[in-house]
Each structure stands twice: as structure tokens, then as C-alpha cells.
């Protein structure tokens, strides 16, 4: 038996809503464990909660919520803080990067695994999609394991297709590479 629970108390700011979320089951509890090491999995979560009940303030997963967040904009994942907005961007990125190059027969499992591995190595993992794309209009599309980003011809290069969309997500990439990550 599932049992979801939605939880709210006190008013104003000083309101908490509590989330009760199901405990994923499965073989080994290897579902649950998998979530909660994926950070992609839990700011994808709580980004998605965020919108969901439209509600300003801190949002904490696997931890104790605190009565002295400094900032509304803060998720707490376990003891440390994150700057909401900025992870929220971040995700964003991967996730639109990851849903517009990735095919297969799961596509949906496809985007996750590309998306945690760019977030782990950005500019590794573009090169890899890059080298595993087809680039020239006469590639096969069918047999590679990523999609074009456009079907555009480069107007200077003639077979070639457009780079321009991959420039532009090279250069969000790049900015992520830059970034210090916790």
C-alpha cells in the first residue's frame, strides 16, 4: 500500500508544508538508493515541487527543516545548502541539452543517464556527443547514437549541418565546467 501525505502547518512565513513522498521499492531498494544519490534526481524534485504549489521559501530533502534559513532561495539536500535558482538554471541546461540529442529505444532513461554524466563532466561528455552525432547531412541518423541538433544546412559548408545550436550549447556547457560544484 502507497501512502502519499501532504502536510500543512502554521501561516504566512512561517508555513511548512510537508511532502510525505513514497518510498520507492523495488529489488534491493535499488530504485530508492539510485534517487537519492542522483542529484540531478532531487534538485529535478524539488524544482518540480517549487512550481507545483507555487510556495516561496526553503525546501529540504532528507534533512530537519530549520527555523533560521537564511534565504528562501535555498534548497537543503541532507546538511548543506544550495542556492535554489542557481541549481534550478543549471539543471535546466542539462535537461534541455540532454532532451534535444537523446534517441534510443528508452528515450526517457537515455536523457537521464546523459544528463547526470554532463553533469559530472560538461564539456567531456559534449565532446563525446559530439564525436557520436551526425554532423554531415549525409550521416545516418537512424543508426547514431545521438540526434541532430538541427536539420539545418551550414550555409558555408556545404553537407555540413548547422553548428550553431551546438555552439550555443557548448558555450552554456562551458559556463557549468566553470562553476565550482559542491
Same mark, same amino acid.
Given at each position: 500500500? *502507497?501512502?502519499?501525505?501532504?502536510? @500543512?502547518?502554521?501561516?504566512?512565513?512561517?508555513?511548512?508544508?510537508?511532502?510525505?513522498?513514497?518510498?520507492?521499492?523495488?529489488?534491493?531498494?535499488?530504485?530508492?538508493?539510485?534517487?537519492?544519490?542522483?542529484?540531478? /534526481?532531487? $534538485? &529535478?524534485?524539488?524544482? $518540480?515541487?517549487?512550481?507545483?504549489?507555487?510556495?516561496?521559501?526553503?525546501?529540504?530533502?532528507?534533512?530537519?527543516?530549520?527555523?533560521?534559513? @537564511?534565504?528562501?532561495? *535555498?534548497?537543503?539536500?541532507?546538511?548543506?545548502?544550495?542556492?535554489? !535558482?542557481?541549481?534550478? /538554471?543549471?539543471?535546466?541546461?542539462?535537461?534541455?541539452?540532454?532532451?534535444?540529442? &537523446? !534517441?534510443?529505444?528508452?528515450?526517457?532513461?537515455?536523457?537521464?543517464?546523459?544528463?547526470?554524466?554532463?553533469?559530472?563532466?560538461?564539456?567531456?561528455? $559534449?565532446?563525446?556527443?559530439?564525436?557520436? @552525432?551526425?554532423?554531415?547531412?549525409?550521416?545516418? *541518423?537512424?543508426?547514431?547514437?545521438?540526434?541532430?541538433? *538541427?536539420?539545418?544546412?551550414?550555409?558555408?559548408?556545404?553537407?555540413?549541418?548547422?553548428?550553431?545550436?551546438?555552439?550555443?550549447?557548448? &558555450?552554456?556547457?562551458?559556463?557549468? &565546467?566553470?562553476?565550482?560544484?559542491?
Amino acid at each position: 500500500e *502507497t501512502i502519499n501525505l501532504l502536510v @500543512s502547518l502554521g501561516v504566512g512565513s512561517r508555513q511548512l508544508v510537508l511532502y510525505a513522498l513514497p518510498y520507492l521499492r523495488g529489488e534491493d531498494d535499488v530504485a530508492q538508493k539510485r534517487f537519492v544519490r542522483s542529484r540531478l /534526481h532531487v $534538485f &529535478a524534485l524539488l524544482g $518540480f515541487m517549487r512550481k507545483l504549489c507555487r510556495c516561496e521559501g526553503a525546501y529540504y530533502f532528507q534533512t530537519v527543516p530549520r527555523l533560521d534559513a @537564511s534565504s528562501p532561495d *535555498t534548497f537543503y539536500v541532507g546538511p548543506r545548502a544550495f542556492a535554489a !535558482s542557481k541549481y534550478l /538554471h543549471r539543471y535546466a541546461i542539462l535537461s534541455e541539452f540532454s532532451n534535444r540529442v &537523446a !534517441s534510443g529505444k528508452d528515450a526517457f532513461k537515455e536523457r537521464m543517464r546523459l544528463a547526470e554524466r554532463l553533469a559530472a563532466d560538461p564539456l567531456g561528455e $559534449f565532446s563525446r556527443v559530439l564525436r557520436q @552525432s551526425p554532423l554531415r547531412i549525409a550521416d545516418d *541518423t537512424k543508426g547514431a547514437k545521438y540526434k541532430p541538433f *538541427t536539420g539545418k544546412r551550414d550555409p558555408y559548408l556545404p553537407g555540413v549541418r548547422d553548428l550553431t545550436e551546438y555552439m550555443k550549447a557548448y &558555450a552554456n556547457l562551458r559556463v557549468l &565546467a566553470d562553476e565550482t560544484e559542491p
